[in-house]
């Protein structure tokens, strides 16, 4: 029997489906993938023997012929979803041990149509980072390596453990969420795809709060009709989540192959960065050949005040983090660490409960939340979001279908590289994504490339609300016409 | 805008986050860079823009006010550092 790891979601469901193998079998293949590939450190918990157990469940369903759209189908689960019975701790100390009471509304979808959960997946602490360096777990490493070099290279993050895990093809496909770019530069990182949907379209509830305005839950999976099939599921209204969407969820599979013959795809020219690299640049054009070659229409667009939103994002972001974290005091759940009163109890337990990053955050959270600075700060970005949203909205009602830029500015980098010195370097891999996060669009990335040193790229298409498909459609182009790119030969194990 | 050190030890006391004598300083850069860098939102012009509030205009859905779950005390305690007699244990606040 070939490996069944190496198939597609997709393929596995085919299979699954026409009883090549079972679901025990392929269940079992990605089990012992996981427990040889120790070293990229991409699971917090890897769960086998819940995974067999879900296996053989689907097993007799598939045998009478029943069975959900994810029946049997082994999945990484992001260690942001809470999954009950089973820790989750965001990658932070301060939760360490905590052992959730209930289970994420997506995750609960995923299980009710027949998924199987491998284990749960490392990231950067609060999904603060892009580079899953901020891990409480330690860092993940990237199943990719530059040519003629063993530096250990980044995910990407903070969904750094599903990108990797995926790539690595240590699950058909995970969980992830996307507060500024989360799910999709690590997708652009490690050679993946990963969408992150329309605001509302998922429930975030049972998710570890970040950003609550911004989050986004999605999947990263290694081809776009895999991410259509995991999204079908995960999507949804739920009355737990009051910011969720009551509309019907498409059958995102069906888009997949839709002519892009017609559609306008806008290129807006204040993302030529100043100083882009050319290998980036050069990809940008080669993507808008791949669409033009397909059919579509290309239009340059602007969207004036994209310069503004990786800084409106900087204080957002960490206003609603610094409320959302208020809420772990050493008291009702996870670390605590005595003191001579309460308020030292709350100090000390935090300080060394969170991270570095997971501090500084908060703190900066706190100031532009603090008494005289909410007016200057936080509703000054708030409104410069809409500001950020308008330009969107004019590029769409132009007639323009989606846009097209890169992923990312550069490709993935090795551990220790960025942001030791300066916090905001690292913050600026998240100049091309974060927009979509400030105007809650849906944003997919696709592979389209290899760097010059060997390492994966990835386009990114930003659509109208809620028009998820087009996305598919269009992301399904550029998969055909982009070369296959290929992993290295698996040294992790 | 830039902070000054007591400005860092009060952020870090609203945020009930200690931070030691040595840590102070670094925060004090670091926070400073970050301010520097969403400096130049103040040259947008905003007069007359509406904080945004939502993707698409729509009507937030509200469930039905009804009692949905209760009875679960074990559950909400199961994960506390220091319980007793079904209460959370916390330091005493009141003399």
């Given at each position: 029997?070939?490996?069944?790891?190496?198939?597609?979601?997709?393929?596995?469901?085919?299979?699954?489906k026409?009883k090549?193998?079972?679901?025990?079998?392929?269940?079992?293949?990605?089990?012992?993938?996981?427990?040889?590939?120790?070293s990229?450190?991409?699971y917090?918990?890897?769960?086998?023997?819940?995974?067999?157990?879900?296996a053989?469940?689907?097993?007799?369903?598939?045998?009478?012929?029943?069975?959900?759209?994810l029946e049997?189908?082994?999945?990484g689960?992001?260690?942001?979803?809470?999954?009950?019975g089973?820790?989750?701790?965001?990658?932070?100390?301060?939760?360490e041990?905590?052992i959730?009471q209930?289970?994420?509304?997506?995750?609960?979808?995923?299980?009710r149509?027949?998924?199987?959960?491998?284990?749960?997946?490392n990231?950067?602490e609060?999904?603060?980072?892009?580079?899953?360096e901020?891990?409480y777990f330690?860092?993940?490493?990237?199943?990719?390596r530059?040519?003629?070099?063993?530096?250990?290279?980044?995910?990407?993050?903070?969904?750094?453990g599903s990108?990797?895990?995926?790539?690595?093809?240590?699950?058909?496909?995970?969980?992830a969420?996307?507060?500024?770019?989360s799910?999709?530069?690590?997708?652009?990182f490690?050679?993946?795809?990963?969408?992150?949907?329309?605001y509302?379209?998922?429930?975030?509830w049972?998710?570890?709060?970040?950003?609550?305005?911004?989050?986004?839950?999605?999947?990263?999976a290694?081809?776009?009709?895999?991410?259509?099939?995991?999204?079908?599921?995960?999507?949804?209204h739920?009355v737990?989540?009051?910011?969720?969407?009551?509309?019907p969820v498409p059958?995102?599979e069906?888009?997949?192959?839709?002519?892009v013959k017609?559609?306008?795809?806008?290129i807006p020219?204040?993302?030529?960065?100043d100083?882009m690299s050319?290998?980036?640049a050069?990809?940008?054009?080669q993507?808008?050949?791949?669409?033009?070659a397909?059919?579509?229409?290309?239009?340059?667009?602007?969207?004036?005040?994209?310069?503004?939103?990786?800084p409106?994002?900087?204080?957002?972001?960490?206003?609603?983090a610094?409320?959302?974290?208020?809420?772990?005091?050493?008291?009702?759940?996870?670390?605590?660490?005595?003191?001579?009163?309460?308020?030292?109890l709350?100090?000390?337990?935090?300080?060394?409960?969170f991270?570095?990053?997971?501090?500084?955050?908060?703190?900066?959270?706190?100031?532009?939340?603090s008494?005289?600075?909410?007016?200057?700060?936080?509703?000054?970005?708030q409104k410069?979001?809409t500001?950020?949203?308008r330009?969107?909205?004019?590029?769409?009602?132009?007639?323009?279908?989606?846009i097209?830029?890169?992923?990312?500015?550069?490709?993935?980098?090795?551990?220790?590289?960025?942001?030791?010195?300066?916090?905001?370097?690292?913050?600026?891999?998240?100049?091309f994504?974060?927009?979509?996060?400030?105007?809650?669009?849906?944003?997919?990335?696709?592979?389209?490339?290899?760097?010059?040193?060997?390492l994966?790229?990835?386009l990114?298409?930003?659509?109208?609300?809620?028009?998820?498909?087009?996305?598919?459609?269009?992301?399904?182009a550029?998969?055909q016409?982009?070369?296959k790119?290929?992993?290295?030969?698996?040294?992790?194990? | 805008?830039?902070?000054?050190?007591?400005?860092?030890?009060?952020?870090a006391?609203?945020s009930?986050?200690?931070?030691?004598?040595?840590?102070?300083?670094h925060?004090?850069?670091?926070?400073?860079?970050?301010?520097?860098?969403?400096?130049?939102?103040?040259?947008?012009d905003?007069?007359g823009?509406e904080?945004?509030t939502?993707?698409l205009?729509?009507?937030m859905?509200?469930?039905?006010?009804?009692?949905?779950d209760g009875?679960i005390?074990?559950?909400?305690?199961?994960?506390a550092?220091a319980?007793?007699?079904?209460?959370?244990?916390?330091?005493?606040?009141?003399?």
């Amino acid at each position: 029997m070939t490996d069944l790891t190496r198939l597609t979601l997709a393929q596995a469901r085919d299979g699954l489906k026409a009883k090549e193998f079972t679901s025990v079998e392929l269940t079992q293949a990605h089990v012992d993938a996981v427990a040889r590939a120790k070293s990229l450190n991409a699971y917090i918990v890897e769960t086998p023997e819940k995974a067999l157990d879900m296996a053989k469940a689907s097993d007799a369903k598939l045998a009478k012929g029943e069975g959900g759209a994810l029946e049997g189908l082994p999945l990484g689960i992001k260690d942001l979803y809470c999954t009950e019975g089973v820790q989750t701790t965001a990658a932070s100390h301060i939760l360490e041990g905590f052992i959730p009471q209930y289970e994420s509304t997506v995750t609960s979808n995923l299980w009710r149509d027949g998924a199987v959960m491998l284990g749960k997946l490392n990231l950067d602490e609060f999904a603060m980072g892009s580079s899953n360096e901020t891990s409480y777990f330690g860092p993940v490493v990237s199943p990719w390596r530059r040519k003629n070099s063993d530096a250990k290279i980044v995910p990407g993050g903070s969904s750094g453990g599903s990108s990797a895990a995926v790539a690595a093809h240590l699950c058909l496909g995970a969980t992830a969420t996307d507060t500024g770019g989360s799910i999709r530069q690590p997708a652009a990182f490690t050679g993946t795809v990963g969408i992150k949907p329309t605001y509302g379209r998922c429930s975030r509830w049972g998710i570890v709060a970040f950003a609550s305005s911004l989050d986004q839950a999605g999947p990263i999976a290694r081809t776009v009709r895999d991410a259509a099939i995991m999204l079908r599921s995960m999507a949804g209204h739920d009355v737990k989540d009051t910011t969720s969407v009551d509309a019907p969820v498409p059958d995102y599979e069906q888009a997949i192959g839709a002519s892009v013959k017609g559609k306008v795809i806008g290129i807006p020219r204040e993302y030529r960065l100043d100083g882009m690299s050319p290998e980036i640049a050069a990809l940008w054009d080669q993507g808008v050949a791949w669409l033009k070659a397909a059919g579509a229409e290309i239009r340059e667009i602007s969207l004036p005040h994209t310069k503004h939103a990786l800084p409106a994002y900087y204080i957002v972001a960490p206003a609603e983090a610094s409320s959302n974290l208020a809420r772990y005091d050493g008291i009702r759940y996870g670390l605590r660490k005595t003191g001579k009163d309460i308020v030292d109890l709350y100090e000390k337990t935090r300080a060394e409960g969170f991270g570095k990053e997971v501090r500084r955050r908060i703190m900066i959270g706190t100031y532009v939340l603090s008494a005289g600075y909410y007016d200057a700060y936080y509703l000054r970005a708030q409104k410069i979001r809409t500001l950020i949203k308008r330009d969107f909205d004019l590029a769409y009602e132009s007639g323009v279908d989606a846009i097209l830029t890169p992923a990312t500015p550069s490709p993935a980098f090795a551990q220790g590289e960025k942001g030791s010195a300066d916090p905001v370097e690292m913050y600026l891999n998240d100049v091309f994504t974060v927009t979509v996060n400030m105007a809650g669009l849906p944003g997919l990335v696709v592979p389209a490339g290899l760097s010059s040193d060997g390492l994966p790229l990835g386009l990114q298409l930003i659509g109208r609300p809620f028009e998820e498909e087009t996305l598919f459609s269009l992301g399904e182009a550029i998969e055909q016409a982009a070369p296959k790119i290929v992993l290295p030969e698996p040294w992790w194990g | 805008m830039s902070v000054d050190l007591a400005t860092v030890r009060r952020i870090a006391h609203l945020s009930r986050i200690s931070v030691s004598e040595d840590e102070a300083p670094h925060l004090q850069n670091e926070l400073n860079a970050i301010l520097g860098f969403v400096e130049e939102l103040n040259s947008v012009d905003v007069t007359g823009v509406e904080p945004m509030t939502s993707v698409l205009p729509m009507r937030m859905k509200k469930r039905v006010d009804e009692i949905t779950d209760g009875y679960i005390q074990q559950k909400v305690l199961a994960n506390a550092p220091a319980r007793e007699d079904g209460f959370f244990v916390v330091p005493k606040v009141i003399e």
